[in-house]
């Protein structure tokens, strides 16, 4: 069975399943998956071009992993002052 298709080969977008967040937490992480350009089946053409696609339905490749923000790391503290009470002295 061959497809026609206009000028342009039968092609389909292909997408992988989303890699794992790098990260638990964070705004800023991204995730990423494949998103490649493949001939439909019974396609009389085998090689295709990304332009082959129709650039207005490409699924997004790159998402925000929607993490929550990370926790404020406690400030360290380096040292304290200890104090007591004020003592008679003697310089006899």
């Keep these: 069975m061959i497809i026609t298709c206009n000028i342009k080969p039968c092609a389909k977008w292909t997408v992988g399943p989303w890699l794992p967040c790098p990260a638990t937490c964070g705004?800023?992480?991204?995730?990423?998956?494949?998103?490649?350009?493949?001939?439909?089946?019974?396609?009389?053409?085998?090689?295709?071009?990304?332009t082959d696609c129709d650039i207005e339905t490409q699924p997004q490749?790159?998402?925000?992993?929607?993490?929550?923000?990370?926790p404020k790391e406690p400030e360290i503290v380096l040292g304290k002052w200890i104090t007591d009470e004020w003592q008679e002295v003697c310089f006899c």
């Design 27 to 50: 705004i800023h992480h991204l995730q990423q998956r494949s998103v490649t350009c493949t001939p439909t089946e019974g396609a009389s053409s085998k090689s295709i071009e990304e």
């Design 61 to 70: 490749a790159v998402r925000n992993c929607g993490l929550p923000a990370c």
